[in-house]
């Protein structure tokens, strides 16, 4: 039996004012004129109530782009969705933040680059940094949960300790501190964003020490890079099993990546219920259960765990969506991540970087 989903990630939009170097959107963004209108998303809305679906993250690109954002956060709350927008800040002044907190938003998670002002602009392709922090201070006057996402790579680890204090001094309930993951513009980028596995030591060091100084003030977790794992991590919870992604265009994703996957279909919101996709489309059922599985995968202990790791993953690195994911141990194809370990550049070179374009 399929359980039913617990969230949607709804990609409202990909138009976004920042042009991040990490960004895992696919290279091919959604044009504006394809978006699903707002009617749209409040049918989608309602039909996740009824497959049971409590958590809506609403994301982008940049959803504060979408000028229906109060509707759609009021529709949300209607079908009972608890809402969290993910957010770069750009385009929130305090009385449509106000606007948005009457509509009955939940959560709020607000990225930052760095620290540093200087070098966070750099990283977003965008003078976006004061904004942000000034945005912080305006957003722990209202009555909304309040997470400070901060996105760390090879460029910005080294002062990790002075990230985490300028965290703190936002106030927020959570810091989620989330290591670059390689899909999109951050996979183009890679030779320059991977850590080292010293960075990687001290930054779980850093971590632990801060997580225990501010246990019972401000909760930390942190989402470390795949490719220093042993074995990988249970991708998205599971190809659909636990959460559905809706693009902008209205087609309906087990992730945000498995666009990139050749050969495979994804049935739209506009032609089919969220359910009968759930249930139904030969996309969601693809990488379901354990028959598509290869050796080791099919006869390991953890096959139930990790459910062969990521599929996007897979194919990216091995050119086959079916393989073991490289980042394991087990897998014969785990010197692909040790050669990308080897190439990491060195810290004395000039960093150029792909950014993000909009579409």
Not at 80 to 98: D, F, M, Q, V, W
Request: hydrophobic share 40%.
């Amino acid at each position: 039996m399929i359980p039913n989903p617990l969230a949607l990630i709804a990609e409202i939009t990909h138009r976004c004012p920042l042009h991040c170097v990490y960004c895992s959107n696919p290279l091919q963004l959604a044009g504006t004129k394809t978006e699903l209108s707002t009617e749209d998303w409040v049918r989608v809305f309602q039909q996740a109530q009824g497959l049971g679906i409590l958590h809506l993250h609403l994301t982008g690109g940049e959803p504060l782009a979408r000028t229906d954002l109060k509707e759609l956060i009021q529709a949300a709350h209607a079908a009972g969705l608890y809402t969290n927008l993910i957010t770069s800040g750009i385009g929130l002044p305090e009385e449509r933040l106000a606007a948005l907190v009457a509509a009955e938003l939940d959560h709020i998670q607000l990225s930052f680059q760095d620290s540093r002002d200087e070098l966070a602009n750099w990283i977003a392709g965008a003078k976006a940094h004061s904004h942000k922090v000034a945005l912080s201070e305006m957003i722990r006057r209202f009555p909304i949960a309040f997470t400070v996402n901060l996105v760390v790579h090879r460029q910005n680890l080294d002062h990790l300790e002075e990230m985490i204090a300028f965290a703190e001094e936002l106030k927020p309930d959570r810091l989620e501190i989330a290591h670059a993951q390689y899909y999109g513009w951050a996979l183009k980028n890679r030779d320059t964003l991977m850590p080292t596995r010293q960075q990687l030591e001290n930054c779980l060091r850093i971590v632990e020490a801060a997580q225990a100084r501010l246990s019972g003030q401000m909760r930390i977790d942190c989402v470390v890079p795949d490719y220093y794992a042993r074995y990988p991590k249970a991708c998205m919870g599971g190809w659909g099993r636990r959460l559905l992604l809706i693009d902008p265009a209205g087609q309906v994703l087990p992730c945000h990546a498995a666009g990139v996957i050749p050969g495979m279909s994804f049935d739209n919101v506009r032609e089919h219920s969220l359910e009968w996709i759930w249930v139904e489309s030969a996309a969601f059922q693809r990488f379901r259960g354990e028959d598509w599985m290869p050796e080791p995968c099919r006869s390991c202990d953890r096959r139930a765990e990790d459910f062969g790791g990521c599929r996007c993953q897979a194919f990216l690195l091995t050119g086959d969506a079916s393989a073991t994911d490289p980042v394991c141990t087990l897998a014969p194809t785990h010197h692909l991540v040790e050669t990308a370990q080897e190439n990491i550049a060195p810290a004395e070179s000039k960093v150029s970087w792909s950014y993000r374009t909009n579409p």
